[in-house]
């Protein structure tokens, strides 16, 4: 989005303490990546909105759009001292009203003081606004979007029609992501169907030697493969999935879905966060609940046994993107809120 707004912005980037992949994938693509303030406060950095009003001053900026907690509360207090910035926070937590006490109070004081407040979907702007008690009209909803990936899956099948069907996540190992109910889930499908399926898993996290012998428990290490991190994972891995698979327990608008259905992935996820809305179910893919390891072989064997139906699925979910999910529709959309601000 950075990439596409900076065609009619000057757009900056700011960062407290590492700029990461992210930041470095920006730089390449000619974005300016700034660190905001030089020094480290000890125990004081309630006093980093300081760094953010010289850093704001210091490059005459007009707006500011933070996307989590922290970098909203600094720029709520740099409002309050600067009133013409104009101010955007985007919510990308997806399980309120389960959050932390503390982050609920804060969240719920610093932004009375923004000007715009987004959500990435309607079920989450729908529990934030039970959450904070707000108004119908305090908060809007701008869909994620996504660069398209390319992929030809179908062609991958033909080449090789009888090997095993490769099932794929891209997941952080964490609790949220739900990846024993996932391995459960491929316990059933090979006790069903021996060795018709193959499992990759990408991502790194504090679960990783839990989930690992939790493999080993199962018999499933020759089955399940996890990879780690793998860096661009949505490209250099994706692709080549046949089925694309999300166990998670909780989502605001997944990315990696959209990602997903722009490389023609069909889909098994789990009904959470707008994963319902994107995913068109018995059309883009299949929709299941969370913590339903059951329901989720089901799902699988059904798009396991059906290349027909993968085929289907994968061309629709790339169709349903492009209409609704790009991320030149998302920036369309935030650069219509961005002039609307500051013509006010």
């Known amino acids: 989005m950075c990439e596409l707004l900076g065609e009619k912005y000057e757009v900056i980037c700011g960062y407290y303490k590492e700029c990461g992949d992210r930041g470095e994938a920006l730089k390449e693509k000619g974005i300016k990546v700034v660190k905001i303030k030089n020094a480290e406060r000890k125990n004081r950095n309630y006093l980093n909105f300081l760094d953010l009003r010289k850093f704001v001053k210091e490059h005459n900026i007009d707006l500011i759009h933070a996307h989590d907690i922290h970098s909203m509360m600094n720029a709520s207090q740099v409002k309050l001292l600067m009133p013409s910035v104009k101010v955007v926070y985007t919510f990308h937590f997806g399980n309120y009203p389960n959050i932390d006490k503390k982050i609920y109070y804060f969240e719920k004081l610093f932004t009375k003081f923004i000007d715009v407040l987004i959500a990435v979907g309607t079920k989450q702007a729908n529990a ?49 992501k739900g990846i024993p109910v996932l391995i459960d889930a491929v316990e059933i499908l090979e006790k069903r169907h021996p060795g018709r399926s193959k499992f990759i898993i990408a991502g790194d996290g504090y679960m990783m030697d839990e989930l690992l012998q939790l493999c080993e428990q199962k018999n499933l290490s020759e089955i399940i493969e996890f990879t780690g991190w793998v860096r661009d994972a949505n490209v250099n891995l994706l692709p080549k999935f046949d089925v694309f698979v999300q166990s998670s327990k909780w989502e605001a608008m997944s990315m990696v879905i959209l990602e997903a259905m722009s490389a023609g992935k069909p889909i098994v996820a789990t009904e959470v966060g707008e994963n319902g809305v994107v995913i068109e179910h018995d059309s883009c893919g299949l929709i299941v609940p969370p913590n339903q390891a059951e329901m989720l072989a089901d ?40 002039n609307s601000m500051m013509e006010s």
């Not at 992929?151 to 609790?175: H, M, W, Y």
């Open 128 to 176: 934030i606004r039970d959450t904070y008690k707000y108004p119908a009209d305090r908060l809007q909803v701008i869909y994620n979007g996504v660069h398209a990936l390319d992929s030809q899956p179908a062609k991958v099948e033909q080449q090789d029609p009888d090997r095993p069907i490769l099932f794929g996540s891209l997941s952080t190992l964490i609790e949220q």
């Open 299 to 338: 799902a699988m064997e059904r798009l396991l046994l059906d290349g027909e139906l993968r085929r289907t699925f994968g061309e629709n979910a790339k169709q349903r993107f492009a209409d609704n999910f790009t991320v030149q529709q998302m920036a369309d959309n935030y650069e219509k809120l961005y």
